[in-house]
């Protein structure tokens, strides 16, 4: 029988995953948002707004709740919340949480998320991931999709380390049907971990100087900058006894390509939140990077003193009147 | 008999300094400097013009040259260039240069330029110096004193440590009289570094984000990032041997003094040059501690990091295209 979805957080990501399930795959998909605008426009407008790469832009029928609201009983939760509103969003929720036979799948940016569902569900139903997909909200309601279809992949890692849980495979199979390429590993916090090291330099970097990937490259000192991040961060990973999936080589290496080749007029994620003076998810990149250290006696200052200088940027930016 | 006074680098600094004397003690003063528009525009416009804090332009008369038209015998060198430019400029006017009997002043901000001037001149002729002064030089020819007369003063530090030498007397005793408030230690390498550690905190992350001190101080994050970069420069410094003007905890009030209470809407000197798209000076400031603390196999890698992401500013800014 076809598995039953549920996407918590139904921002860019979150509404990406889940209209493609509900197209690609035919699987019956409910969004929850904690995020009230986004629940009332995607409500009125009978959908959601959906372009590819600034074109096509059509309505896409969605159930959309808040999550006092919601009573369904899914097979799979989807979380795409942001860092600093995934507690408020997962206790409002909670009344619909069956952690007995319901798993659930994040894929977002940052640590700290898996801390917080481990609260709800066990780690055995726990799958991680990380997305290599651009994905933009214009504005509630109104979702672009970046870059063509099929291009992209994520990484899943099921927190138990089981890839041959045959709940995995299913959700797996979906997502592959939905368009979504996946590469499935046991290396959970490796995985996690290594993309957390790559956003701790790119995003953070480019959030702080509102400069797309390509004008951070092409900068003499960026090789510098970005190897002194990624030899604090493999220090401190390390230290923890966690494998990551690249050395401190290859890791610059991907930043230096994802920059220069693949996606050099791309402005991360985290600059989209800088950009309209939310704040950001540094605290949960460097910052987890900088407490993780601290955990083992290792002092991650570098990753401390960027962390500062982006709410030094956000609180700045705040002064000047730069607001949504 | 009266000392007479070359300002070597007339700049915003070497001017307000040479005009003071010349018209407030009455010396003989002459002016030297190796960007040509410079030299230029005063000569065509028979003097340089004036403002006090933007207000009462007027135009002074002053002796200019290039490097190479000029053949004088000064009493006392005044040295305000930029640390880029030093050296060039003391080659190129190394040919009027008398380090038997001439003494040389220079007020400039960071490290570097002393061991520059010491392959011209004895340290028993050298007085290093900090200004707490602003100036800006509005374009070539014009120049604006900040602050009011009088206000303001500077340290100045002889080489030697002989506070003493009746010369390093007669330039303090002229130097009140152009109501250029002196304070005379025998410290130099504490004084100049104070200075130094001063700046690595607020000019450069003021010109990293293009922000006043003001601006800075009122971020929750400023004391984070103040304190991180005075510990590490203090490590340093402490390594090297040398005795700074304050403590730690000092010093970090005296930044957040300055900044909230004396001058908040103030743009620090190394801000001008990033907003003219000018090379900083950051190589010689936090670079300098850097380069200071591997001396002593220390690494004061925020400092180093801190220079890295200016640099990365200065390349961004030029790809944006803000030009003068």
């Given at each position: 029988m076809a598995l039953s979805y549920t996407v918590l957080g139904a921002g860019a990501m979150g509404l990406r995953f889940g209209v493609l399930l509900q197209e690609l795959t035919g699987v019956k998909v409910d969004f929850v948002d904690n995020w009230q605008p986004q629940v009332d426009t995607i409500k009125e407008q009978g959908g959601v707004y959906v372009s590819r790469d600034h074109e096509n832009r059509h309505l896409v029928p969605v159930n959309i709740y808040a999550p006092e609201e919601y009573h369904g009983d899914p097979d799979v939760l989807i979380v795409f919340a942001k860092q600093m509103t995934l507690q408020d969003l997962l206790e409002r929720s909670s009344?619909?949480?069956?952690?007995?036979?319901q798993y659930v799948f994040s894929g977002m940016n940052g640590m700290g998320h898996i801390e917080k569902i481990n609260q709800y569900f066990p780690k055995e139903n726990v799958i991680g991931g990380t997305c290599l997909i651009g994905t933009v909200?214009?504005?509630?309601g109104d979702v672009d999709f970046i870059g063509?279809?099929?291009a992209g992949s994520i990484n899943l890692a099921p927190q138990s380390g089981r890839v041959d849980d045959p709940r995995v495979q299913e959700i797996v199979a979906d997502f592959e049907k939905a368009n979504i390429h996946c590469n499935l590993t046991d290396n959970f916090y490796g995985t996690l971990l290594t993309k957390v090291v790559f956003n701790s330099v790119i995003n953070t970097i480019c959030t702080l100087f509102e400069i797309q990937m390509g004008q951070f490259i092409k900068s003499p000192a960026a090789e510098k900058l970005g190897k002194q991040l990624i030899n604090e961060a493999y220090d401190v990973v390390e230290r923890a006894g966690i494998q990551l999936l690249s050395t401190r080589e290859e890791e610059w290496e991907t930043i230096h390509y994802v920059s220069a080749?693949?996606?050099?007029?791309h402005y991360p994620s985290m600059y989209q939140d800088m950009s309209k003076n939310r704040p950001t998810e540094v605290d949960y990149i460097n910052g987890y990077l900088y407490d993780l250290g601290q955990k083992y006696g290792y002092q991650a200052d570098t990753h401390n003193f960027l962390r500062n200088l982006v709410h030094l940027a956000e609180s700045t930016r705040q002064q000047r009147g730069h607001g949504e």
């Open positions: 009344h619909f949480f069956a952690p007995d036979h909200l214009n504005k509630a063509k279809a099929g080749v693949s996606n050099p007029l």
